[in-house]
Structure formats: structure tokens, C-alpha cells
């Protein structure tokens, strides 16, 4: 559903696979199946809205893979739309949700 013409579908895709109150305590994919379209359509979708859900995905992974930072990071930066440039700084480093979600053993010091 991500490569879907429609962007209300696209949109509809990345939020259902970054929103974990919309799963319901299931088990979301891992990095591997989602990362790379969602990066994909952080830095090339035409639609705002479509690189503001994906930017959430790409958010879960801050801490475990260094492209996702990145992306972010250039959005944050460089997206023309100020919500999508609002919404990848909260997920890169500094950020409310980034320091949020900072793993307990990265906070602590403790491997």
C-alpha cells in the first residue's frame, strides 16, 4: 500500500505501520520490510501529508539504524513543508520523541 497511486492510501499505509495504539499490541515489522519504502517517500514523496506519516516510521528506527537519522535529519532541514520539517525534528537527536525514546542502556550508560 506504500507504492499506492492514491496518497490518502500511502498516508493511511505509514501511519498504520508507525501508530502502535492502531495495532493493538500486535508485533509491527521489522526494519527490513519497512524501512526502505519509508525512506523512499520521506525524502520523494509529492505529498506532505504522505512524508509526514512516513516520517514516523522512519522515527522508530532512530536508534537502531544511522540512515534513518540521516533522512530525518535532511527533512527536518531541507523538507518545503514546515510539518514535515516540524515532525522529522522531533524524531532526530535533541528532539522530544528522539529523547523520549532513547533505549534505557543509552541513557545509563550501561551496555
Do not use: N
Amino acid at each position: 500500500m506504500a507504492d499506492d497511486p492514491d496518497a490518502r492510501v500511502r498516508a493511511a499505509a505509514f501511519h498504520a505501520l508507525a501508530c502502535d495504539r492502531c495495532k493493538g499490541g500486535t508485533c509491527a515489522p521489522g526494519a527490513g520490510q519497512v524501512l526502505e519504502p519509508a525512506l523512499r517517500h520521506l525524502t520523494c514523496d509529492p505529498d506532505a501529508h504522505v512524508r509526514a506519516m512516513a516520517a514516523e516510521l522512519v522515527g522508530k528506527f532512530v536508534h537502531t539504524d544511522g540512515r534513518a537519522v540521516t533522512a530525518l535529519e535532511i527533512s527536518r532541514a531541507q523538507d518545503p513543508s514546515p510539518v514535515v520539517r516540524k515532525k522529522a525534528g522531533w524524531f532526530t537527536p535533541g528532539g522530544t520523541i528522539y529523547q523520549r525514546t532513547v533505549p534505557r542502556a543509552q541513557v545509563t550508560g550501561q551496555p
